[in-house]
C-alpha cells in the first residue's frame, strides 16, 4: 500500500465512526496538508547575492524587485497554479502563477527571502521567523565576486539544520559573469570544501549568471526535486500519519470498552439493585415521626417568638386601650400585617432546610451512589440519541435526587394552614381581650388572653408539622421513583442495545487490525 492508499483508509476507518468527529477533523486538516503540500526551496544568502534575479530568472517574468542596495523585505512564497491569486498573509506574500516555467515544476514553492547581514537588522529576523521550525531545502546563493560565503551566512545555515532533520540544501554561485571560468570552479571548490570541513557539504552545487541567462544548472536541480516529490513529502508526513493512525486506535480501543463497559450480567445485577430503591422509601417513612418532632419544635419557636412580639406591642399600647379597647383589634391586624411576611419566610426556612436535609441523606444512600456511577459511565457509552437525552435529564440536574420543584410546589401548600393559624391568634386574642376589658382593664387581661391563645396553638402547630413531613417525604418519594423509572428505561435501552452492539465491537477489532498494518 502507497502512503495515499493508506491515507485513504485512515479517512475511511475514521469517517466510519460517528462518535470521532474530533480526529475526523484532524484527519480532514492532515489530508488537505498532505494534498497542499510543496517542497519548499528558499533562497538565502546575503543582500544583492543575486536571490530575486535568479527566481525572475527562474519563471522567466520580471516579477520580483531587483536592486543593487538590499531590496526584499518580505518572504515571498512563488508556486504554480491554474487560477491566479495573490494575497498577503502574516506578513508574507503569497503568489499563485499561471506560469509556463513554474508548471515544469509545480511540486516545488519558490520562496525569495530578504538578504541577511544587511544593515536591515528586521530583515534578518524576518528569515529567522520565516524559517522557525519549517521544513524546507534552502538554496544558499553567493556573488562569485566575493569570493568566498560569509561567516554569518554558514552559522545561519547551521541553525536551519537545527529545525530540519535529513537537512539537505543547495549551494548556488552566482554572477560568475563577473570572474573567469577557472576562478569560478576555485570559488565552487572552495566554498564545497570548506562547508564539509565545517559540518556538511551542499548536496548540489552550481554555478549561474543571471546576467548571461546562464541558470541550466540551477534549473535541472530543481527538476530533480520536482520528481522526488512523493518520497519528500512521505518522508515529511509519514510521523504525523502514524501518529493518527495511533490516535484512531486509541479512540476506537475507547469505544469498543465503553460498548462492553456493561455486560449481560451486569445489567442483570442492577436490576436487581434498583429494587433497593424501595428500601429508601422504606427508609423515608421509618424518619417521619423523627421529623415531626423536629419540625414542630422548630415551629413552636417561631410561634412564640411570634406571640411574645404580640405580647409587647399590645403592653406598649396598653394606655390606649384603657381608653378606647377599639383600638386592640386594628392594632392585632397591624402587628399581623408587619409580622406575618417574616414568620413566613422563616416557617419556609424551616421547610427548606428539612427538605435539603434529607435529600442529603438520601444522596448518601448506597444504592444511589452505585446509580450515579452508572449513569455517568453510561453518558459516555451513550454519545448520542435517546439514552443520551434520559440520562442528561438525571445528570444534567447534578444531584440524583432534585426537590427544587417542590419546594414551590409545598411552600403553597403551607400557605393555607398558616393563614388559619393567624386567623386564631388574631381572633382569639381580640375576643378575649375585648371581652375582659368590659370588666377590667388590666394588664394581666392582655396576659390571660396570648395564654389562653398559645394553649390553642399547639394543635395546629401540630397538624401544620404533620402536614409538611408528609410533603417532604411525598416530594423526595416521588423523586426517587421518577429517578428509578429513568433508570429502568435506560437498562432496557442498553439491554436492546447489546445485540447492536456486538457486532460493532467486532468491526472496531476489524478496523484495529487495519490501522495496525498501516504502521510501518
Ligand atoms: N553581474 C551580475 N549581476 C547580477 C547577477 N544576478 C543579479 N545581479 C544584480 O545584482 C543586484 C542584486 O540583485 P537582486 O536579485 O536584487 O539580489 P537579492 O539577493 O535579491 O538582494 P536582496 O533582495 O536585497 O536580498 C542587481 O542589480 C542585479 O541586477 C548576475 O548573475 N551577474
Ligand atoms: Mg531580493
Known sequence: MNMNEKIKKLKEIAFKYEE???????????????????????????????????????????????NTTPTTAKPYEICYSEEEKRYNKDGIEFLFL???????????????????????????????????????IPVVVMDASKGALSDEVISFIRGIKLNNQNFEYILVVNKVDRISEEEANRVLENTISILRDIYKEPIYACKTSVE?????????????????????????????????????????????????????????????????????????KSQQEEEIIKIRKKLEEEFEKFMAGLENYLYINFETYVKNPKRIETDIYNYIEREQPKLYESLEGIF?????????????????NKLNEFLFNATKFASAGRIGELIGGVVGAGRIVSTAGWITKISRVLSHPITIIITIIATGVIGFLLDRFKRDKTKEAIRDAIQSVRRELGKEINKISERMSEEIINALNSEIIKVKDRFVQVINMIRDKKTEQKTKIAQIEMDIKILKGLKA
Open 20 to 66: 470521532l468527529k474530533e480526529i475526523q477533523e484532524k484527519v480532514q486538516n492532515f489530508i488537505k496538508e498532505y494534498e497542499d503540500f510543496k517542497i519548499p526551496i528558499v533562497f538565502i544568502g546575503e543582500f544583492s547575492v543575486g536571490k530575486s534575479s535568479l527566481i525572475n530568472k527562474i519563471l522567466d517574468e520580471d516579477l520580483l524587485e531587483v
Open 98 to 136: 499561471k506560469n509556463k516555467n513554474l508548471k515544469n515544476i509545480k511540486n516545488l514553492k519558490i520562496v525569495d527571502l530578504p538578504g541577511i547581514t544587511s544593515q536591515y537588522f528586521e530583515h534578518t529576523s524576518i528569515v529567522e521567523n520565516y524559517l522557525a521550525n519549517k521544513y524546507v
Open 212 to 284: 548571461e541567462s546562464k541558470i541550466s544548472s540551477l534549473i535541472s536541480i530543481l527538476h530533480k526535486y520536482n520528481n522526488k516529490y512523493d518520497e519528500i513529502r512521505q518522508s515529511i508526513f509519514i510521523k504525523q500519519f502514524e501518529e493518527l493512525v495511533s490516535e484512531l486506535e486509541m479512540n476506537l480501543e475507547q469505544i469498543k470498552s465503553l460498548l462492553s463497559f456493561l455486560s449481560e450480567s451486569e445489567i442483570e445485577n442492577l436490576s436487581i439493585q434498583l429494587e433497593e430503591l424501595k428500601n429508601a422509601e422504606e427508609e423515608l
Open 352 to 368: 427548606k432546610r428539612t427538605l435539603f436535609e434529607i435529600e442529603g441523606k438520601l444522596e448518601n444512600l448506597e444504592i444511589l
